[in-house]
């Protein structure tokens, strides 16, 4: 049935670049490559509408303050869509390789990462310190699907029984262990390009709120806001650890740039400056020989959810 929507959207409906920018108001369009497979140019437009009455009392009212936690959310987003993207290139990685006791975890954290920085992008969250950082699954994944509802109504159901089959089949290998392996679900219900597919939206969903926020803020607030420190700015870069809080201190480094020379925030394309992108990536490169097709590559998924 999506197999069939696609190749319905892809001869005639597909939304363009024109579209989406005339959807979103923003003078930015990312390259989207999955939302114009997945919805018609209708579709996008009355995602995008409503998405920007929703962001437009926010970016009439947005202080210094305010501004401040949103280039938080945004920096936060743009780490989550970029650890989906490694953990589902580390899905394919292994299922190619029949590694696929790890194919589970990898999907559904895939999806999962993706659908926080959906979240930390929507206009239907508000911050509210450490409860949107460690919303607990069942808050992420229904929210997700509620608010994908925007989209399409009719695939609000089927969106979120595809989130539950990815952590039920996650849940499954993790805490029991049946004898049949893979093949109790099915092993091509392991096969990660359909979720890749699908983690795909969802990131572009995100990107896409971005862009919408961006026309608001255009429209009603000034495009030089400044950047305040915050006490909440320590989500950038602390982690509980063995019940102890640690910073990661090129977290804080990287974070503080921001602080320190950005100013009205902006879409995560315009956001996800080389040197952060550098780093995400950099940080899981195997520091080994080049080129050698038996070790995980991150670089090689860099563009494989959002290319940011």
Request: proline share 5%; with cysteine.
């Amino acid at each position: 049935m999506e197999a069939s929507r696609k190749l319905l959207l892809k001869a005639g409906c597909v939304a363009g670049v024109d579209d989406i920018m005339r959807a979103t108001g923003s003078e930015y369009c990312y390259a989207y490559k999955e939302l114009p497979l997945e919805a018609t140019s209708e579709q996008i437009m009355q995602y995008c509408s409503t998405t920007r009455r929703l962001f437009a009392p926010i970016a009439r009212k947005i202080t210094p303050e305010d501004n401040s936690l949103w280039v938080l959310r945004h920096y936060l987003a743009i780490k989550l869509v970029t650890s989906a993207s490694i953990l589902a290139g580390s899905a394919n990685f292994a299922y190619d390789r029949n590694l696929l006791m790890g194919v589970p975890y990898f999907n559904y954290y895939a999806v999962l990462n993706a659908c926080r920085a959906y979240l930390l992008t929507s206009p239907h969250v508000k911050w509210d310190g450490r409860k949107t950082v460690e919303m607990t699954h069942e808050n992420i994944l229904n929210r997700t699907a509620d608010y994908m509802r925007a989209l399409d109504p009719v695939r609000r159901s089927l969106w979120r029984a595809r989130l539950g089959e990815l952590r039920a089949q996650r849940e499954l290998f993790s805490y029991r262990f049946p004898l049949s392996g893979p093949d109790f679900v099915g092993r091509p219900s392991l096969d990660p390009a359909p979720v890749t597919d699908f983690a795909r939206l969802i990131a572009e969903l995100a990107s896409l709120n971005t862009e919408c926020f961006q026309a608001a803020l255009k429209k009603y607030a000034s495009d030089n806001i400044p950047v305040p420190a915050v006490s909440d700015h320590a989500w950038a870069s602390l982690y509980s650890l063995a019940d102890a809080d640690v910073n990661d201190t090129l977290d804080r480094y990287r974070f503080n740039k921001y602080v320190r020379g950005w100013s009205t925030v902006s879409t995560l394309e315009v956001m996800a400056t080389d040197g952060l992108m550098d780093d995400l990536y950099g940080s899981w490169t195997h520091s080994g020989d080049d080129g050698d097709l038996d070790v995980f590559d991150p670089d090689n998924y860099s563009r494989l959810l959002l290319a940011l």
